[in-house]
Nanobody, 118 residues
Framework: QVQPVESGGGLVQAGGSLRLSCEAS???????????MAWYRQAPGKQREFVAQ???????KYADFVKGRFTISRDNAKSTVYLQMNSLKPEDTAVYYC?????????WGQGTQVTVSS
């Protein structure tokens, strides 16, 4: 079981920054190191959409709308993945979810709210 738990959401002014954290609890560092981690988000009335993914320490993928603003990273020693969000826009307002993929199984966190005011 790779159970993601998100934190770090909150209210921020447009142009500001937030860093989200996702800890994969109750797993060994070995299991976490072999898990692909990703961030998704879902705004009210909209479908959940892909934001960023990191499969290991180097390979990353980003949605076009966050390229140049968001950075995904991971610390395998802490079993934690991060999403550094800069230059935030009101349209970034959403619940942000952490996803883990291990041994062909998908795991989701409960989400953390990010609200960007104008």
């Amino acid at each position: 079981q790779v159970q993601p738990v998100e934190s770090g959401g909150g209210l921020v002014q447009a142009g500001g920054s937030l860093r989200l954290s996702c800890e994969a609890s109750r797993v060994s560092r070995s299991i976490f190191s072999n898990s692909a981690m990703a961030w998704y988000r879902q705004a009210p009335g909209k479908q959940r959409e892909f934001v960023a993914q990191i499969i290991n320490l180097a390979r990353t993928k980003y949605a076009d709308f966050v390229k140049g603003r968001f950075t995904i990273s991971r610390d395998n020693a802490k079993s934690t993945v991060y999403l550094q969000m800069n230059s935030l826009k009101p349209e970034d307002t959403a619940v942000y979810y952490c996803q883990a993929v291990y041994a062909g199984v998908l795991y989701w966190g409960q989400g953390t709210q990010v609200t960007v005011s104008s």
